[in-house]
């Protein structure tokens, strides 16, 4: 069974849509992550929930908007995609702050 | 901003031990390194971390000096299936200790 799973692995769609990428863990885990990888292949942090409540924004547009539905479940909302948000995103999840994280296999937006 | 300094790309052949060398000359008293790993086209992998002192596990050894400025993450046996880029992170443990991942060093184990 995957760990962190993500829905869907690729998703190609075109400017001013919006769209929603979903993050699942069945770790248990109290934790969980949003983390963007551009096409430089820096990965940087965009939220951190734990327990359900946003514990970590970076500075990251309004457009972007995590939902967690339960400590399961931590989805990414964009709307009115840009071309500069073509990116792989990760999710990730761990027990708590400090625990070792695990990734899930990433969503590869692609905004044309 | 990351907090540590790696080599952009290193060789290693298969087989042989692989050495991974991290800077973290700022880090803190409370400040644990971490080591994660990233295969093309996956997600980041956790490998090992420590606080003080060397640790070891399944996949492999962390080494860190004794004024803590630097570690080494070591591979014992590196096979094709290593190759990725590593991660060398300074990590706290407060409310908000994100994972900050730096550009990290490319291992190419080669055959």
């Known amino acids: 069974d995957t760990a962190v799973s993500q829905t869907p692995k690729y998703l190609v769609t075109q400017m001013g849509n919006d769209k929603s990428i979903k993050c699942e863990q069945n770790?248990?885990?109290?934790?969980m992550y949003w983390y963007k990888q551009d096409s430089k292949k820096f990965l940087k942090i965009m939220f951190s929930y734990n327990n359900k409540e946003l514990i970590i924004n970076e500075t990251v547009p309004n457009r972007f908007s995590p939902k967690s539905p339960d400590k399961a479940h931590l989805n990414l909302h964009i709307n009115s995609l840009e071309l500069g948000d073509s990116a792989v995103y990760f999710c990730?999840?761990?027990?708590?702050?400090?625990?070792?994280?695990?990734f899930g296999q990433g969503t590869r937006l692609t905004v044309v | 901003d990351a907090k540590t300094t790696q080599p952009t790309s290193m060789d290693c052949a298969e087989g042989r031990a692989a050495n991974l060398p991290c800077n973290h000359s700022?880090?803190?008293?409370?400040?644990?390194v971490y080591w994660y790993r990233q295969i093309h086209s996956q997600g980041p992998q956790y490998i090992i971390h420590?606080?003080?002192n060397n640790e070891t596990n399944e996949m492999a050894s962390l080494i860190i000096t004794e004024d803590r400025k630097s570690s080494t993450l070591i591979l014992p046996h590196a096979t094709l299936r290593d190759t990725a880029v590593y991660y060398c992170?300074?990590?706290?443990?407060?409310?908000?200790?994100?994972?900050?991942f730096g550009t990290g060093t490319l291992l190419a184990v080669q055959p």
């Open positions: 420590g606080l003080k």
């Open positions: 700022t880090i803190s008293g409370n400040e644990y």
């Open positions: 770790l248990g885990h109290d934790t």
């Open positions: 990730a999840s761990s027990q708590d702050y400090g625990g070792e994280a695990f």
């Open positions: 992170i300074v990590r706290d443990g407060g409310a908000t200790n994100k994972l900050i």
